[in-house]
């Protein structure tokens, strides 16, 4: 049976992923990574609790050469991220990338390890309104050098994965997954829909793609089975207008120019707890940009079949 690591397995995806894995008898034994004091983790037999400061690389090195070679473990999903946009400063760019590269190039000297899962995110891909709504994973990815820190920290990320295919004894793959919608996963529309009121530009009203927490673990637990490598795309069931998910949320709308919503934004957030920036979402505002699903659906057998509970029932 194979044993993995799950780093921030203490994010709601990385407990939902834990749990999935002991539920799952083809799976061993579970090694749960986090830097919370108090893991809200189940007992079992199969996991082991460790708690760890991934921006310190001879924490990673101890991590890897001291309890993942000792429970034989074969597999690492990474999954450790940092969630706040506002954030930013080089110890979170060794949290987002470092621990990315040195953990790569340590799995690939390790005795057991033979998988390594990074668990990518949708937004590395360029929106613009003259590109294609269906994004498939050869579309370009954002690699401007204005966008935010948690953007180009998630880019390079991927970028330094995508860059061992190939090269590495590792089965790499890159699970670039549609936005989770569910609290505490840094999720900018879960923020935006769970304000009283939403403001959006007048004009227009693009389709977003949301995932479900269950989807993603089964994403997840589905290419951790497979023999699979390389890229690919995680949709969720949801695919939707703006306007029907702000209606689906019970919430009001109002619509405005495109140029006052950054600064009615700015001017709204300012000194709350809000994580919503509409600089980061500028262009998933004007521009239709959905995963496209084929190759998840022949290389992993995933579909997503989960859809959200929504505060208003759909109809």
């Known amino acids: 049976m194979k044993g993995v690591l799950v780093t921030g397995a203490t994010t709601p995806f990385g407990r939902a992923l834990v749990q999935g894995l002991l539920d799952d008898d083809d799976f061993g034994h579970v090694l749960a990574l986090g830097a919370d004091e108090h893991p809200d983790l189940p007992l079992n037999d199969r996991l082991s609790w460790i708690r760890a400061d991934l921006t310190r690389s001879r924490t990673i090195r101890r991590l890897l050469f001291g309890p993942v070679r000792e429970h034989r473990i074969e597999a690492i999903v990474h999954g450790?991220?940092?969630?706040?946009?506002?954030?930013?400063?080089?110890?979170?760019?060794?949290?987002?990338?470092?621990?990315?590269?040195?953990?790569?190039?340590?799995?690939?000297?390790?005795p057991t390890v033979r998988h390594f899962i990074l668990r990518s995110y949708a937004d590395v891909y360029r929106v613009r309104p003259h590109l294609a709504d269906i994004l498939w994973e050869d579309a370009p990815l954002e690699l401007g050098t204005r966008a935010p820190?948690?953007?180009?920290?998630?880019?390079?990320a991927d970028v330094t994965a995508c860059g061992r295919l190939g090269l590495s004894s590792l089965r790499i793959l890159v699970l670039r997954c549609a936005e989770i919608y569910a609290a505490d996963m840094g999720s900018q529309?879960?923020?935006?829909?769970?304000?009283?009121?939403?403001?959006?530009?007048?004009?227009?009203?693009?389709?977003?793609?949301?995932?479900?927490?269950?989807?993603?673990?089964?994403?997840h637990l589905l290419a951790l089975k497979s023999k699979a490598r390389g890229v690919v795309n995680i949709p969720g069931k949801d695919t939707l207008p703006l306007t029907r998910a702000i209606r689906l949320s019970g919430k009001q709308q109002y619509a405005m120019p495109g140029w006052m919503l950054g600064p009615a934004y700015r001017l709204?957030?300012?000194?709350?707890?809000?994580?919503?920036?509409?600089?980061?979402?500028?262009?998933?505002?004007?521009?239709?940009?959905?995963?496209?699903?084929?190759?998840?659906r022949e290389v992993l057998g995933y579909e997503p079949s989960n859809p959200l509970a929504w505060p208003i029932q759909q109809t």
Request: glycine residues 8%.
């Open 80 to 110: 450790a991220h940092h969630r706040n946009p506002a954030d930013r400063g080089h110890k979170l760019h060794r949290l987002n990338v470092e621990s990315t590269r040195l953990m790569l190039r340590l799995a690939e000297q390790h």
């Open 268 to 296: 709204r957030g300012g000194g709350s707890n809000a994580s919503f920036r509409y600089h980061l979402n500028v262009e998933r505002f004007h521009s239709t940009a959905i995963l496209g699903g084929l190759r998840a």
């Open 189 to 219: 529309l879960w923020d935006y829909l769970h304000r009283r009121f939403c403001v959006r530009p007048v004009g227009f009203d693009p389709m977003v793609n949301l995932l479900s927490l269950d989807d993603a673990v089964q994403a």
């Open 149 to 156: 820190q948690i953007l180009r920290d998630r880019v390079e």
